[in-house]
């Protein structure tokens, strides 16, 4: 009997205490943050506070993505709207026919380059195609840690993208 008293409290602590997903979140973090350094002990590094705070899905990486195509797009769209603007004042100008036939075709090949700039999709789309777009591509974990590199502890907190199940570090920003 007293032995299975043992067995159930030893299964009980084991059950409670253990957080895989934490744990693999601290040993990829201090990986990622102590590569190419000293080991652990002599930097005197420390997690103070680890939590999951969100996931990136592939939603949420085709918005962005297109984000970016849309931004770094805009400057060619806002150069020739300029050029099509600059077109339209010389046309209001001039008299010659001839010139009045080749600013219009210029202003509609202006407009049709403008119209189809905005339409452009991102080429870099492709490997979502078969994706769900509720897939989890990453999990966001907010770490806060203490290091002394030279004696005095620093206190730093980041938001750390990992991959879903915490193997990978795909790479950090501070928390704001």
Known sequence: MKHVFYLLIAVFMVSCGSNSSTSNYEKTITDNLLKGSDTKENLNFKIIEISETGNVTVADSIAYLTDEFQKNNQP?????????????????REKNQAKIDKYNADIARM???????????????????????????????????????????????????????GSKCYGKTRAK
Not at 76 to 90: Q, V
Not at 126 to 141: E, H, R
């Open 76 to 92: 060619n769209i806002s150069k020739i709207e300029l050029a099509k603007k600059m077109s339209e004042d010389l046309l209001a």
């Open 111 to 165: 407009s049709n380059t403008i119209d189809s700039l905005k339409n452009l999709t991102p080429d870099n789309l492709n490997g979502y195609d078969s994706k769900n777009p509720n897939d989890v591509l990453a999990v966001i974990v907010r770490c806060k840690y203490s290091i002394a590199p030279g004696g005095t502890a620093v206190e730093e907190t980041f938001d750390f993208y990992l991959s879903p199940d």
